[in-house]
């Protein structure tokens, strides 16, 4: 199944959480209506939103409450995006100009904090307590995942742990609360919430360690970034961690260097030593069981066309090329 069967088992919900976030996102202030167009006309494969209306649907629930919900997860990775393209300087996200090229860094920063608020009043419009109080954890996570994230920079003796601990600080844990709270507004009990939280967790830490391992293998034209961005950004992810533990002591002094000064001179020697090192592999195989995970977690969810789709994406988090 490709994403966009899996789109379409849920369709009419998409186009439901697409109107929230056009309608939640008009503000009186220009400078964020024209920040907000540019995010939206950004695209991206909204993953995040798709697994909260699954979710709800394989729960046997929908409705205008998931669709708010999912809008509320969209709403909390586009601040986060707001941010993160400020804090490491980035220049292109989807093949377009991020928005702090296009409008400064300024406008990218304030604009997020209005995206983040704009959520909180949105989840107390749910009115649902333990929404409020799962999404109030997840943001907490998602910033100090931020802030390790900055500690790791540049700092090749990043370990695996370490590496793991922020993408699921960053990534996993908001899709991990998107499906909890799916199953939470669909009021089902303590083992189908539990099973999807943990899903949604394997899920995206799969998609993460794929994405990471994309950054030295992909298409730059098709996935609208710049091979090796994460190096120049001074990011030790986990193939280049692996390099550093089973690389050479010449391919290991040529990564430490390209980390610590966020040099690309070498990135073609640097892209062959992580691969011939098994990086690539590593990383890839550890996405795999991921996976594997995430499908075995599914096994308390009733099956349904809508389970079926939850299996669907935890293959994608896998295959996916750009």
């Keep these: 199944m490709q994403l966009d069967d899996i789109r379409s088992l849920v369709r009419p919900e998409l186009g439901a959480v697409d109107a929230v976030v056009r309608e939640r996102l008009r503000s009186a202030v220009p400078l964020v209506d024209q920040v907000a167009e540019h995010i939206i006309a950004g695209g991206g494969k909204r993953l995040r939103p798709l697994l909260v209306v699954l979710a709800g649907r394989a729960c046997g629930a929908g409705g205008a409450q998931?669709?708010?919900?999912?809008?509320?997860?969209?709403?909390?990775?586009?601040?986060?995006?707001?941010?993160?393209?400020?804090?490491?300087?980035?220049?292109?996200?989807?093949?377009r100009a991020t928005a702090n090229q296009v409008f400064g860094n300024q406008a990218s920063v304030l604009v997020g904090d209005f995206v983040y608020s704009r959520a909180f009043q949105m989840m107390a419009a749910l009115g649902s307590q333990r929404v409020i109080e799962i999404m109030a954890n997840t943001?907490?996570?998602?910033?100090?995942?931020?802030?390790?994230?900055?500690?790791?920079?540049?700092?090749?003796?990043?370990?695996?742990?370490?590496?793991?601990?922020?993408?699921?600080?960053?990534?996993?844990r908001l899709f991990e609360a998107g499906a909890q709270i799916a199953a939470v507004l669909a009021q089902q009990g303590a083992a189908v919430e539990r099973a999807l939280a943990d899903y949604g967790r394997h899920l995206g830490t799969a998609y993460q360690l794929i994405d990471d391992v994309l950054d030295y293998r992909s298409n730059p034209e098709e996935r609208g970034k710049n091979l090796g961005d994460?190096?120049?950004?001074?990011?030790?992810?986990?193939?280049?961690?692996?390099?550093?533990?089973?690389?050479?002591?010449?391919?290991?002094?040529?990564?430490?260097?390209?980390?610590?000064?966020?040099?690309?001179?070498?990135?073609?020697?640097?892209?062959?030593?992580?691969?011939?090192?098994?990086?690539?592999?590593?990383?890839?195989?550890?996405?795999?069981?991921?996976?594997?995970?995430?499908?075995?977690?599914?096994?308390?969810?009733?099956?349904?066309?809508?389970?079926?789709?939850?299996?669907?994406?935890?293959?994608?988090?896998?295959a996916h090329t750009t």
């Design 230 to 318: 994460d190096l120049a950004e001074g990011k030790p992810t986990l193939p280049v961690i692996h390099a550093l533990r089973s690389g050479t002591p010449v391919q290991q002094e040529m990564i430490r260097r390209a980390i610590r000064d966020s040099d690309l001179g070498q990135l073609d020697r640097i892209i062959d030593a992580i691969d011939s090192s098994g990086g690539l592999d590593y990383a890839t195989k550890l996405a795999e069981r991921e996976s594997e995970l995430a499908l075995a977690a599914l096994g308390s969810v009733s099956d349904s066309p809508y389970k079926q789709g939850l299996v669907a994406l935890a293959r994608f988090a896998v």
């Design 139 to 172: 943001t907490n996570v998602i910033a100090e995942g931020e802030v390790l994230q900055l500690m790791n920079a540049r700092d090749p003796e990043t370990s695996e742990q370490r590496y793991l601990e922020v993408i699921y600080r960053k990534t996993a």
């Design 66 to 95: 998931h669709a708010l919900a999912a809008a509320i997860i969209e709403f909390i990775h586009t601040a986060t995006l707001l941010h993160d393209d400020v804090v490491d300087g980035s220049s292109k996200r989807r093949g």
